[in-house]
């Protein structure tokens, strides 16, 4: 990891511009390169107690317990396949539901509250921080 994080942070000014005038708000790069000198700083953590302390500890992978995070994973990439495909909304109303059922959620105010946010989300980014994200299919979305 530390050494994607490096050739990550080589390449991000050529992957990320810069605005091409100063606009007073922050650079694009600073959460990319945050998150990478971060990770960077956990891999030598890493490096160094797995060399120095030499605390050698064997874990074994157990599909009982590991089954639920990787269904959220899939569960996650599905969301990232439905937004891009189809749009945010119809994504959030189909992946949010699942997991909520599948996380053992009952009530039906949280289905309607996760529902109402993310709606509610889409319309912040698009009118509040002038973001576009992949909207309705056929609404100009």
Same mark, same amino acid.
């Given at each position: 990891?530390? *050494?994607?994080?490096? %050739?990550? $942070? /080589?390449?991000?000014?050529?992957?990320?511009?810069?605005?091409?005038?100063?606009s007073g708000a922050p650079s694009p790069r600073i959460i990319p390169g945050v998150?990478?000198?971060?990770? *960077?700083?956990?891999? %030598?953590? $890493? /490096?160094?107690q797995s060399l120095v302390f030499k605390k050698d500890?064997?874990?074994?992978?157990?599909?009982?317990?590991?089954?639920?995070?990787?269904?959220?994973i899939i569960l996650l990439c599905l969301f990232t396949a439905l937004t891009i495909n189809v749009g945010f909304v119809p994504a959030?109303?189909?992946v949010f539901p699942v997991m909520l059922f599948y996380c053992g959620e009952r009530k039906p105010f949280?289905?309607?509250?996760?529902?109402?946010?993310g709606i509610g989300i889409f319309y912040l980014f698009r009118y509040v921080f002038h973001v576009s994200l992949p909207g309705f299919p056929g609404f100009g979305g």
């Open positions: 990891m530390g *050494l994607l994080s490096v %050739a990550m $942070l /080589l390449a991000m000014p050529s992957q990320v511009r810069l605005p091409m005038y100063d998150c990478l000198v971060g990770v *960077l700083i956990c891999s %030598a953590a $890493l /490096l160094v500890k064997i874990i074994e992978f157990d599909w009982k317990k590991e089954k639920p995070c990787i269904f959220m959030v109303v189909v949280i289905y309607i509250f996760t529902l109402v946010s």
